[in-house]
T-cell receptor
Framework: DAGITQSPRHKVTETGTPVTLRCHQTENHRYMYWYRQDPGHGLRLIHYSYGVKDTDKGEVSDGYSVSRSKTEDFLLTLESATSSQTSVYFCAIQVRQDTEAFFGQGTRLTVV | GNSVTQMEGPVTLSEEAFLTINCTYTATGYPSLFWYVQYPGEGLQLLLK?????DKGSNKGFEATYRKETTSFHLEKGSVQVSDSAVYFCALSPQGAGGTSYGKLTFGQGTILTVHP
């Protein structure tokens, strides 16, 4: 295993509530990513981080924010959850930009 | 923008059959190309990659060749096993001014492969 833990693994929440997903790594890798996986779309990049307090937007960042105050943790927040954010969320880590990205096991989020 | 298109699935095969999953891409320059595999209930694992035209990536009996002229990266395996049942994703990382990031990926929609004994 690549030393990635996503929490929670499953969550059901109500529309309009804030939700935070956590990605924790024990590898001390610099690069971290959040993706969402939806049928017919594959995975799409939400946000990424190149280090502590260094984050940027990906392809589908609207409605999401991230924070990285420590190397090991990358938090994804849905500021006000909507049904369109029902998805499986994957975190990935990478030691250098030209090396393989390792993915966590995912968090299944359902917004009702 | 960049995009990846995979053949429609699902694909159902008998054990020892030949597998092809088609993948074509749209991108400027010379992106790096990848195949990832996702087993049930797990995250994605890198299966193979190719970083320049005419490169062949290979792993676990799977192969794919980077074809610049047809913008394709088709996945093949000569004899599939039941244990190959999974979802397969083709992906690219674009060529950028500062280099390539293998973490910033554009994925295809995925192809579900089921192999029966």
């Amino acid at each position: 295993d690549a030393g990635i833990t996503q929490s929670p693994r499953h969550k059901v929440t109500e529309t309009g509530t804030p939700v935070t997903l956590r990605c924790h790594q024990t590898e001390n890798h610099r690069y971290m990513y959040w993706y969402r996986q939806d049928p017919g779309h594959g995975l799409r990049l939400i946000h990424y981080s190149y280090g502590v307090k260094d984050t940027d937007k990906g392809e589908v960042s609207d409605g999401y924010s991230v924070s990285r105050s420590k190397t090991e943790d990358f938090l994804l927040t849905l500021e006000s959850a909507t049904s369109s954010q029902t998805s499986v969320y994957f975190c990935a880590i990478q030691v250098r930009q030209d090396t393989e990205a390792f993915f966590g096991q995912g968090t299944r989020l359902t917004v009702v | 923008g960049n995009s990846v298109t995979q053949m429609e699935g699902p694909v159902t095969l008998s054990e020892e059959a030949f597998l092809t999953i088609n993948c074509t891409y749209t991108a400027t320059g010379y992106p790096s190309l990848f195949w990832y595999v996702q087993y049930p209930g797990e995250g994605l694992q890198l299966l193979l990659k190719a970083t320049k035209a005419d490169d062949k990536g290979s792993n676990k009996g799977f192969e794919a060749t980077y074809r610049k002229e047809t913008t394709s990266f088709h996945l093949e395996k000569g004899s599939v096993q039941v244990s190959d049942s999974a979802v397969y994703f083709c992906a690219l990382s674009p060529q950028g001014a500062g280099g390539t990031s293998y973490g910033k990926l554009t994925f295809g929609q995925g192809t579900i492969l089921t192999v029966h004994p």
